[in-house]
Nanobody, 117 residues
Framework: QARLVESGGDLVQAGGSLRLSCTASGSTVSINTMGWFRQPPGNQREWVAT???????NYADSVKGRFTISAVNALNTVYLQMNSLKPEDTATYFC???????????WGRGTQVTVSS
């Protein structure tokens, strides 16, 4: 079983940058994909970005060109570099790991990002 801990959330002005981190512990050898999701206030959780063990990445259209997902230590630590932040990026950001066969989904507790206008 993998355990995930996010960090790096903060209050930032529009146009600013933040870097979120997610550290995995436990059964990390079976992690195939790590991703970031976010949940704006009063809204459902939405997918932001994913990185796979082979290094391939995917992004939601709303963040493409502004956010970058990266990983070190074979997905044990994943980052989300967020540039040109907008007020609509305000949300709780969650890290997700997909591990094992059949795939199991693990979640962190989230980190709050607030972008002021």
């Amino acid at each position: 079983q993998a355990r995930l801990v996010e960090s790096g959330g903060d209050l930032v002005q529009a146009g600013g940058s933040l870097r979120l981190s997610c550290t995995a512990s436990g059964s990390t050898v079976s992690i195939n994909t790590m991703g970031w999701f976010r949940q704006p206030p009063g809204n459902q959780r939405e997918w932001v970005a994913t990185i796979s063990r082979d290094g391939s990445t995917n992004y939601a259209d709303s963040v493409k060109g502004r956010f970058t997902i990266s990983a070190v230590n074979a997905l044990n630590t994943v980052y989300l570099q967020m540039n040109s932040l907008k007020p609509e990026d305000t949300a709780t950001y969650f890290c997700q790991a997909v591990a094992g066969v059949p795939p199991q989904h693990y979640w962190g507790r989230g980190t709050q990002v607030t972008v002021s206008s």
